[in-house]
């Protein structure tokens, strides 16, 4: 699987405090919002009241200080599923290229957005993306209306780019010799599918890491679609050999195949609209 969706440790805890912008859909929490900090009033317990002579507690700059820097910093982050189409198209925070999106777009698909974006709030109801660049480009080619998005509301442009010089920097790529284990162990333990088998194939079929926002060579779409073409020939064939024993194939095997059949469909609908 594209490891493009991840949830990253900046600013991950929500707040109550969030204000979400007009139809916008605020999701559910994911955590508990930080409690208040209550300073101590100085009250004596039992009604005495404190000598007159004895020295008041100097004032806690430093923890005033330390708290305040810590507010800057987390802001106010909340769940949302946002509109596509009030997302801004503005690169200042981009990292990278957003190269291809087709593993990407399969994976989307496939099982769905996974791990949220981060935006910007931008009054009076537009976004600004900080970190996600290619879930976005790649939910705008499959025509999703929304994006699931960690919607930050209070975030200066400092912090903006260190969220999204973090979000590159702490990206580890996947090695060869863990998607191997991982595919051997699941192998022998009976869960391997052939949807899963089909994607870590895929994915050791090259040598290099699989680096969550990797920037691939251009490919040309007109001889894309000659390929293409001729690998639906071939599976047009495998197809009409296996419809005569379809019946007696596993159900597992079945639904698979099936879940395969209908996404192309819905791929050729859409295709014949454009």
Known sequence: MNAENRIDEVDAEPSTQAEVAPGVDAAEPSGASAEA??????????????????????????????????????GHVAPAHLPLERIDEDTTFQIRPVGDLSALATDLARLGQLFPVDVRFRPPDRFQIISGFRRVAALRFLKRDRVLARLHTDLSDEDA???ALASAIHAEPVSREQLEARRDELEAEGRLTPIARDMLDKALATDESLA????????DADELAVE??????????DLALLADVFADLDETRKQELITQLRYSADLVAWLEKL
């Open 161 to 163: 780019l260190l969220l």
């Open 228 to 237: 293409a073409t001729q690998r639906l020939v071939d599976i047009n064939q």
């Open 37 to 74: 900090v209550q300073e101590p009033t100085g009250a004596v317990s039992g009604g005495e009241q404190p000598h007159a002579g004895a020295a008041e507690a100097p004032p806690k700059v430093a923890d005033e200080s330390l708290e305040s820097a810590t507010l800057r910093r987390r």
């Open 212 to 219: 969550p926002e990797t920037v691939e060579e251009e490919v």
